[in-house]
């Protein structure tokens, strides 16, 4: 398995009350594969992907991925791990609002110390329609523009594993078809892995598979 999560336990305190998100959570995933999960706000699926790319500790169980597992990492090599084999599209885009598309992208190439990031960068932004916005600055782009840009970002690192949390959610649908078109064209290029957290059953259904979140289980639709 590419993933695995293995019997997770988290807990958040809430001034004198625990809140269980999960209790015992195991959930695996092969190389390439194209997962959706869905669930109702607050069901923990921000939390799932902030576990999954080590931003959040569980409480107890363990996480590897690609043969490596968290429990045997410090937190700066953790953080190392993140950088080189996880990309991020997040609904929200989070780019840097004063750096143009180009150096945005530019911007994970950097700090893996990949080589010739301008030129991986350059090819990305053409394979995602925005080779006429290099120079362009977040607040002259589009909101399709945006997450295209963020989808460019994410993968010039070439990540074993993209986490997108709602990357279509903030686009009219229109937009969202595009953007998510061409998302899953570029991954499917690279033979990358994909968890999609969604509300949209459209959106889940161009997966591979679909989980629903609720109670901290993961069930097979």
Same mark, same amino acid.
């Given at each position: 398995?590419?993933?695995?999560?293995?019997?997770?336990?988290?807990?958040?305190?809430?001034?004198?009350?625990?809140?269980?998100?999960?209790?015992?959570?195991?959930?695996?995933?092969?190389?390439?594969?194209?997962?959706?999960?869905?669930?109702?706000?607050?069901?923990?699926?921000?939390?799932? %992907?902030?576990?999954?790319?080590?931003?959040?500790?569980?409480?107890?169980?363990?996480?590897?991925?690609?043969?490596?597992?968290?429990?045997?990492?410090?937190?700066?090599?953790?953080?190392?791990?993140?950088?080189?084999?996880?990309?991020?599209?997040?609904?929200?885009?989070?780019?840097?609002?004063?750096?143009?598309?180009?150096?945005?992208?530019?911007?994970?190439?950097?700090?893996?110390?990949?080589?010739?990031?301008?030129?991986?960068?350059?090819?990305?932004?053409?394979?995602?329609?925005?080779?006429?916005?290099?120079?362009?600055?977040?607040?002259?782009?589009?909101?399709?523009?945006?997450?295209?840009?963020?989808?460019?970002?994410?993968?010039?690192?070439?990540?074993?594993?993209?986490?997108?949390?709602?990357?279509?959610?903030?686009?009219?649908?229109?937009?969202?078809?595009?953007?998510?078109?061409?998302?899953?064209?570029?991954?499917?290029?690279?033979?990358?892995?994909?968890? %999609?957290?969604?509300?949209?059953?459209?959106?889940?259904?161009?997966?591979?598979?679909?989980?629903?979140?609720?109670?901290?289980?993961?069930?097979?639709?």
């Amino acid at each position: 398995m590419m993933l695995e999560l293995k019997s997770l336990k988290k807990t958040y305190q809430q001034g004198d009350e625990k809140i269980e998100i999960y209790n015992d959570l195991n959930f695996s995933l092969k190389e390439g594969e194209q997962v959706a999960i869905m669930g109702k706000s607050g069901a923990g699926k921000s939390t799932f %992907l902030s576990l999954v790319s080590g931003i959040i500790k569980a409480d107890s169980g363990d996480i590897v991925l690609n043969n490596i597992s968290y429990n045997d990492l410090q937190e700066n090599e953790l953080n190392d791990f993140r950088a080189s084999n996880i990309g991020f599209i997040f609904q929200n885009f989070h780019l840097v609002s004063y750096l143009n598309a180009l150096e945005n992208v530019m911007l994970p190439a950097k700090v893996c110390g990949i080589s010739n990031p301008k030129e991986k960068a350059i090819e990305l932004l053409k394979a995602v329609g925005l080779e006429h916005r290099l120079n362009h600055i977040p607040s002259q782009l589009s909101g399709g523009e945006k997450q295209r840009v963020a989808i460019a970002r994410a993968l010039i690192h070439n990540p074993k594993i993209i986490l997108a949390d709602e990357p279509s959610g903030n686009l009219d649908e229109e937009t969202g078809i595009a953007v998510m078109d061409k998302l899953f064209e570029l991954i499917k290029q690279n033979n990358t892995t994909l968890i %999609l957290v969604t509300h949209s059953k459209d959106v889940a259904a161009r997966c591979e598979k679909t989980y629903q979140l609720a109670h901290g289980v993961l069930n097979l639709c």
